[in-house]
């Protein structure tokens, strides 16, 4: 199944471009492109597709204030911002409302599809985890864990996918473990294994603690919080 995907642009020539590397990957096609933030609301409530790539800089609404309205109106919608909006309050607005991948602009056709991938991927492990019926505890703790996980790959210069491997492999330990024997086990640098590894005690998604030995400076442990 292919994700709908609803464009939020006033540059017609931007949103001519943006709707070609949409249609380009192949998981995603484009059901409609609004141009200001009013049309953008009343075709999320009348087509609900799956995704929106949405600019902040809009001639009546602000994304910021689009997406809170969608927000409030009960939409789930996915959101990509695609926007040269880079100051920090509008960053950490659009993250107060769910907002897990910003791409700046201008950007090439293969940043958008990281993103496009890493949302089809979110949307097959919600279908996975929850199903048709209620969720149980587990599916609640999955989904808040990867919310988490998607929070902290937004970091710069942090790859979402090489993140989510240190996470899996950690999870995968019953002992808590040095980044040195995590970085071995997957075949990465000890200083990058680290890099990821703090990124997760950040999120909240790993602790970290001191093991003593009987010379020298302690070593930090890493495991996974459950």
Do not use: C, N, W
């Not at 943006?18 to 484009?30: C, I, L, Q």
């Not at 009546?60 to 990509?80: F, H, N, T």
């Not at 309050?89 to 409302?97: I, N, P, S, W």
């Not at 680290?194 to 010379?215: D, F, H, K, N, Q």
């Amino acid at each position: 199944m292919r994700l709908r995907t609803l464009i939020v642009e006033d540059d017609f020539a931007v949103a001519h471009v943006t709707r070609g590397m949409v249609e380009r990957h192949p998981r995603f096609e484009v059901v409609s492109v609004a141009a200001t933030g009013k049309d953008a609301l009343r075709q999320l409530a009348e087509l609900r597709p799956d995704v929106m790539l949405l600019d902040v800089y809009l001639p009546d609404l602000s994304g910021i204030a689009v997406l809170g309205r969608a927000r409030a109106a009960g939409s789930g919608v996915e959101v990509i911002a695609v926007t040269a909006a880079r100051d920090l309050e509008t960053v950490r607005l659009a993250r107060a409302h769910g907002v897990h991948h910003y791409l700046v602009k201008p950007f090439p056709m293969q940043a958008l599809h990281d993103r496009l991938d890493d949302v089809a991927r979110s949307v097959e492990r919600d279908a996975a985890l929850t199903g048709d019926g209620p969720l149980d505890q587990s599916a609640v703790d999955a989904l808040l864990r990867r919310d988490a996980l998607a929070a902290a790959g937004q970091r710069k210069g942090v790859s979402p996918i090489t993140l989510e491997r240190v996470a899996a492999a950690l999870a995968a330990q019953t002992e808590p473990v040095t980044a040195s024997t995590l970085a071995d086990a997957i075949g990465m640098s000890r200083v990058s294994a680290r890099r990821y590894l703090e990124r997760l005690v950040e999120a909240g998604l790993a602790e970290r603690g001191p093991r003593y030995g009987s010379t020298g400076r302690p070593e930090l442990l890493y495991r996974a919080r459950r």
